[in-house]
């Protein structure tokens, strides 16, 4: 059993896989749960995440980039860092904390197409919704199970 009221997803931008895990989570949740994302060089959220989530009925076209610096540490119950190659942003408070490190699904540095850039992030949604129907699962199981 894992008991949080409010989580709080970490990456650098905060413009695709922390985008992505708070409309998963947002949407998986409802009201039970406070969640929030970040970045520590917070950008734009990307439009294929935008895309990618919007092949499931969430919406992030009204989604922006926030630093890690404007979250409350007390509004925080749990931290879930999404860095997998780069440095994840720090975040000061004594919330415990999960890593799921997930690569990249922009890919700057590869020359795709835009099927092949969505199809990415589309791997990277997929993941971020597997994990996140796993802790929900976690957060609702009885206590002694």
């Known amino acids: 059993m894992l008991r949080f009221d409010s989580v ?14 708070e409309g998963l989570a947002r949407h ?4 039970a749960v406070r969640v929030q ?11 294929y995440a ?12 009204s989604h922006h980039s926030k630093s890690v610096e404007a979250i409350d540490p007390a509004s925080v119950d749990l931290v879930i860092t999404l860095c997998a190659e780069e440095v994840c942003p ?17 890919r700057r540095d590869e ?10 992030f589309r791997v990277a949604r997929d993941q971020l919704r597997a994990r996140l129907e796993q802790l929900a699962a976690l957060r609702d199981a009885p206590d002694g199970s």
């Open 8 to 21: 709080l997803f970490l990456c650098v931008a905060n413009s695709a896989r922390s985008q992505m895990a």
């Open 28 to 31: 998986l949740f409802g009201d």
């Open 37 to 47: 994302s970040a970045g520590s060089a917070p950008s734009r959220v990307n439009p």
């Open 50 to 61: 935008i895309r990618a989530m919007a092949e499931l009925g969430i919406e992030l076209s």
């Open 90 to 106: 720090v975040f000061l408070s004594r919330a415990p904390r999960m890593h799921w490190p997930l690569a990249d699904p922009d």
């Open 111 to 120: 020359q795709l197409g835009d099927e092949e850039r969505l199809a990415h």
